[in-house]
């Protein structure tokens, strides 16, 4: 976590580790209430405390976090099992090789600019209806991580536009919506988080956050977006040409292109 002033000048940094869980082999998760929230209520506590800042003077709130990710949760948010990572977790393959023959790769490129690999949300919650049929008809929304904080923090069920680009075969890069256009089977599109760009403000810290958190409530929080996302905003990739090597677990090349490159080899997203 990171406290910045109106200038982009660091105030304090705080962070807290957590294990990614491998219940069996190719599938990888983290515990939402546990590692994703009890981690950010930590963080943003030890913020205000190292800082000196007063949780009044904190202007908004940004999330980003590890994704896409694939969360059922009942309409209280709360989560229904535990999420499903991102291309680290290859549990739906059989789901992937299905909806690319039953779609073709071209259609999927041509609506969704991304072909189906295990980094697509889409044949995560399609492997959800085959295998967890009662989580799946229980499931109020499907989350990623930095849906779910933000809806721990303000009660809003939502994604930015660069996070549900992920949700493959489920979302429409040209109308910038979800679409059921490619196929129907997955899930009704209203069991998706509302959409919004990452710098929208989407809701106020609640009571119960603001306790939580130490966070004053009614500070406004924003969308958020995907971590490599946030990272590539944080060094400067904003204009086309502009580009981002992030090294890590796993290794991302962000670039701002002018006009949108087809080709399955590359992810394809709106930018922020």
Not at 163 to 184: M, Q, R, V
Request: glycine share 8%.
């Amino acid at each position: 976590g990171v406290l910045t002033d109106g200038d982009g000048q660091i105030k304090a940094i705080a962070k807290q580790p957590h294990k990614m869980l491998v219940p069996q082999a190719g599938w990888a998760e983290h515990r939402p209430l546990e590692d994703w929230w009890g981690d950010f209520t930590a963080i943003t506590r030890e913020l205000l405390e190292t800082s000196g800042v007063a949780p009044g003077d904190i202007r908004a709130v940004a999330c980003s976090a590890i994704g896409p990710c694939m969360l059922p949760v009942d309409e209280n948010g709360e989560a229904l099992m535990n999420a499903v990572l991102y291309g680290v977790d290859n549990r739906a393959h059989a789901e992937v090789k299905a909806l690319t023959a039953e779609i073709g790769e071209d259609r999927l490129l041509d609506l969704c600019g991304n072909t189906l690999t295990s980094q697509s949300v889409g044949p995560k919650i399609l492997w959800l209806q085959n295998e967890r049929a009662k989580i799946y008809r229980k499931a109020h929304r499907i989350l990623t991580s930095t849906s779910y904080l933000v809806h721990q923090l303000t009660g809003r069920f939502v994604i930015d536009h660069y996070s549900a680009s992920n949700f493959s075969p489920l979302y429409d890069i040209g109308a910038c919506n979800w679409t059921d256009g490619l196929t129907d089977r997955i899930m009704e599109l209203e069991r998706l988080p509302d959409l919004y760009w990452s710098t929208d403000i989407v809701g106020h810290v609640t009571a119960a956050a603001a306790e939580a958190t130490g966070l004053a409530v009614g500070t406004p929080v924003t969308a958020g977006t995907i971590d490599a996302a946030a990272e590539a905003v944080s060094v400067g990739v904003r204009e086309p040409g502009d580009m981002m090597v992030m090294y890590g677990s796993t290794i991302f090349i962000v670039q701002v292109t002018e006009t949108r490159l087809r080709d399955p080899r590359l992810w394809h997203g709106p930018w922020l």
